[in-house]
């Protein structure tokens, strides 16, 4: 069992619907956990970071944590042709000084 | 522009030689980190770093070593290269260890 697992999609949803990515993480010591966004070809690129339970807006992008039931969650709002990528969800281990990234769920963006 | 500089962009390398795979990042961050990226396994990581003078290894570190001399340079180097070893290398570094990490623009090593 990976640390992190995300439902490897692909995962399409129309232009201007809510895309809704999940994430679960087995350490239950876990206390960071962050959401990248990849195109393909490229580099990772932070798009959230989350510490605490409840949710975390930041634009078009909700992160949702929930350590009971060792769940993370990434909602975009509104989304563009543009968001079409590989989203990556990671925790870091409970020392801190582990990264485990799970192996990212594919979304397309229908115009 | 501020960030991270990864090079090689990409090698093709023999099996059994030696290579290292460079890394500067002028954003002062204190915390850096070296990942391979293959099809089906996600990211893992290999070895990071904390701070200047201070090494870790992470998820695969076999095969491969690290140094950390500065805040700035991180360089990679596998001391004999196999086939497995082919694969996307990121580099990448945070202000601090475990925090969101920013990555290179990758090295794509293929050994044959």
């Known amino acids: 069992q990976k640390e992190v697992e995300q439902n490897s999609g692909p995962l399409s949803v129309p232009e201007g619907a809510i895309a809704s990515l999940n994430c679960t993480y087995s350490?239950?010591?876990?206390?960071?956990f962050f959401w990248y966004r990849q195109y393909s070809g490229k580099s990772p690129e932070l798009i959230m970071s989350i510490y605490s339970n409840g949710d975390k807006e930041d634009g078009r992008f909700t992160a949702q944590l929930n350590k009971a039931s060792q769940y993370v969650s990434l909602l975009i709002r509104d989304s563009q042709p543009s968001d079409s990528a590989t989203y990556l969800c990671?925790?870091?281990?409970?020392?801190?000084?582990?990264?485990?990234f799970g192996t990212g769920t594919s979304l397309t963006v229908i115009p | 522009i501020a960030g991270i500089t990864q090079a090689p962009t990409s090698q093709i390398l023999a099996a059994g030689r030696r290579m290292t795979l460079r890394c500067t990042q002028d954003m002062r961050h204190n915390a850096m980190y070296w990942y391979r990226q293959d099809l089906g396994l996600g990211l893992r990581l290999i070895h990071y770093s904390n701070t200047a003078g201070t090494t870790g290894k992470g998820e695969v570190p076999d095969g491969y070593s690290v140094s950390r001399a500065n805040t700035d340079d991180f360089p990679l180097t596998l001391a004999s290269a196999v086939p497995s070893q082919t694969s996307v290398y990121f580099c990448?570094?945070?202000?601090?260890?475990?925090?969101?990490?920013?990555f290179g623009q990758g090295t794509r090593l293929t050994v044959v």
């Open positions: 350490d239950r010591g876990s206390q960071s």
């Open positions: 990448a570094s945070s202000e601090t260890l475990g925090r969101g990490t920013f």
């Open positions: 990671a925790a870091t281990s409970n020392t801190g000084n582990q990264f485990y």
